[in-house]
């Protein structure tokens, strides 16, 4: 991931001293805290490219668990922004490298069990129930958006708007449990009710499938 972002920061180099006209901008949204470095390719065309990054901790549950949710956001986006009219509305497309993941920590009852497929667990015996959802790789990306960091001949702010859709496909999930202490029997019911529950987890998340893109931000033109 490290060499990814590298990448990223040589990129927006190389596009800096390739170009003559270069914008950054800086934004926050749906998709973290980001920054992305602009280039004009063609008279309505221009190139960005740029990284968000955001943690958020967040509450879920399946019909039998309860969770601590935790949503990484970590993306990397190689887009194209075409503005039909000249002005600042645009069409935006492209493709993202994709680390977005949720890790999921089941919370056990006050009483101190799991029930898993209609089976009640005690968490003392069944150790801790941990799982992971991630998607694709690498994800197309399309909206629209307001505003051309690089608009004009003359160095300054503006304002820069995305509205779209990040399609990272349907997610994958993998749920187990960790430190049974129970009977050999008992465990092995257990593994096959946590493979039950992992499905019901699987659907909970389904939503995740086409994540929303609202981001704003600032942009300066060197």
């Known amino acids: 991931m490290k060499k990814l972002y590298l990448a990223v920061l040589a990129g ?3 596009m800096s001293a390739a170009a003559a006209d270069i914008g950054l901008s800086v ?8 920054i992305h470095a602009v280039v004009p390719v063609q008279k309505q065309l221009n190139a960005r490219i740029g990284t968000s990054l955001l943690n958020y901790s967040f509450d879920g549950s399946t019909s039998n668990v309860d969770y601590d949710f935790k949503l990484k956001l970590k993306t990397l986006d190689a887009l194209l922004d075409w503005y039909p009219a000249g002005g600042a509305f645009r069409f935006t497309g492209g493709v993202v490298y994709n680390g977005n993941k949720i890790t999921a920590n089941g919370r056990p009852t006050a009483a101190g069990t799991y029930t898993l497929n209609g089976n009640t667990y005690t968490a003392a015996s069944a150790g801790t129930l941990n799982g992971q959802v991630d998607f694709r790789n690498f994800a197309p990306y399309l909206g629209i958006g307001w505003g051309n960091a690089v608009a004009g001949d ?4 503006g304002f820069n708007a995305d509205l779209g859709v990040l399609l990272q496909g ?4 993998s ?3 960790n430190g049974c202490t129970a009977p050999a029997p008992v465990c092995a019911q257990l593994a096959a009710d946590v493979a039950a ?24 033109r060197f």
């Open 175 to 177: 749920l187990a449990n």
């Open 12 to 14: 927006a180099a190389s």
């Open 170 to 173: 349907s997610p994958r999930t």
């Open 27 to 34: 934004e926050a949204g749906t998709t973290g805290l980001g």
């Open 197 to 220: 529950e992992n499905v019901r987890l699987r659907d909970e998340v389904k939503d995740f499938k086409a994540y929303p893109v609202l981001r704003v931000g600032v942009s300066y």
């Open 154 to 157: 003359k160095a300054g702010f």
